[in-house]
């Protein structure tokens, strides 16, 4: 899925866009035991019930594709023989009315999710008219069906006991406690939404914590081997230059490095691209070509990119790069940077001392303070 094709389907729920009649799913206590299961018609909901139920569901396509939102791929077999796509494939043909499918669904989070305390599978499944084109850019009738169904798995958070003011008459009352549904830590769509059309061997998985993908559930739910984390995207990168770079891996090479990913990103931003900006193997070795390390290494940088990443993979700029922000640290100091202008700051030896100098021309505070440098 692009970026254009993920707004489309977020703005699927509203109460008047979306075709979801009903919002299933079960409660699992602290044990790991379903508590209770149910299926809640969108019909008997008020209009803020409405409201709120469909904005945490669509939390479970928030965030970036890359970073939140990764793409699991089905290889050809499993999508023929695989249980798990089996399972999935059930439940949004039966539009999550299958009671077994749905039994063996939840036993599978159930095994592979922790959460402390209790939480909520929430289910719900919409069937999108996808409109289309005409030739001179008004959007024409239906072309097709796109049947899919969202899953989010909600902490639940007790609410406590206490007493609220009920302003129409005046007096205190008191409430008792309550479990109150948070936004989810994982989730994800199924099918995917590929080039504005159901792709079988796809699905779009989200985790609120990038640094945390929780393998054990996409392990268990989709049978896939889990992607590589943003975090671990990141260590891979920094390990592949690290290692090959050795004495060259300096403050001006790794400026240069952020600099350049940095313009890349704004390229891509600014031509309206709608598919996401993604760096390979040459990709990067043009980078490294381009920022003045010699070729040697940079051939090494190549290879070890494919040992640590896999043949033809392609990692995330934003997994690498934070655009935004430029940081030095010292086992006793950090120091922050304008992206903009770490034209600002040199590494230097002087008497045999290493030094990071930063030109300060005005505008120094200290703890909030300006002060002079004299």
Do not use: W
Request: aromatic share 8%.
């Amino acid at each position: 899925m692009n970026d254009k094709e993920l707004r489309e389907i977020r703005r699927r729920f509203r109460p008047d866009k979306s075709n979801i009649l009903k919002i299933k799913g079960c409660l699992v206590n602290s044990e790991k035991t379903v508590v209770s299961r149910f299926s809640q018609p969108i019909a008997s909901c008020s209009q803020e019930e409405n409201e709120k139920l469909l904005s945490i569901i669509k939390k479970s396509l928030s965030g970036g594709l890359g970073t939140n939102l990764l793409g699991l791929e089905f290889t050809a077999e499993q999508t023929m023989q695989g249980e798990e796509h089996r399972l999935l494939m059930e439940l949004r043909k039966s539009s999550l009315e299958n009671e077994d499918a749905l039994t063996t669904f939840y036993q599978k989070v159930i095994e592979s999710v922790n959460i402390d305390g209790g939480y909520v599978i929430l289910l719900a499944c919409d069937n999108y008219d996808v409109f289309s084109y005409s030739a001179d850019g008004e959007k024409a009738d239906s072309s097709e069906m796109f049947s899919y169904f969202v899953c989010g798995v909600c902490p639940v958070k007790p609410l406590n006991a206490g007493l609220y003011f009920r302003q129409f008459d005046n007096s205190f009352r008191a409430i008792e406690e309550h479990a109150m549904l948070s936004a989810p830590e994982m989730g994800f769509m199924f099918p995917s939404f590929d080039d504005r059309a159901a792709n079988i061997y796809s699905a779009l998985y989200y985790t609120k914590d990038i640094g945390n993908i929780h393998p054990e559930f996409i392990q268990n739910v989709f049978g896939v081997r889990p992607p590589m984390s943003a975090p671990e995207q990141k260590d891979g990168f920094d390990s592949c230059l690290k290692d090959t770079l050795q004495d060259e891996c300096d403050f001006n090479v790794l400026c240069s490095v952020h600099n350049q990913i940095s313009e890349m990103v704004e390229e891509h931003k600014n031509s309206k691209e709608e598919e996401p900006l993604k760096l390979s193997k040459h990709s990067l070795k043009t980078v490294l070509e381009y920022c003045g390390v010699d070729g040697e290494k940079v051939e090494q940088f190549g290879n070890k990119f494919e040992e640590e990443f896999g043949k033809n993979a392609q990692i995330t700029p934003k997994s690498i790069v934070d655009v935004k922000k430029f940081e030095l640290a010292t086992p006793d100091v950090s120091i922050k940077v304008n992206p903009d202008r770490t034209d600002l700051v040199t590494t230097q030896i002087i008497n045999g001392v290493k030094y990071i100098l930063i030109r300060a021309n005005e505008g120094v505070e200290v703890n909030g303070i300006n002060i002079d440098i004299k």
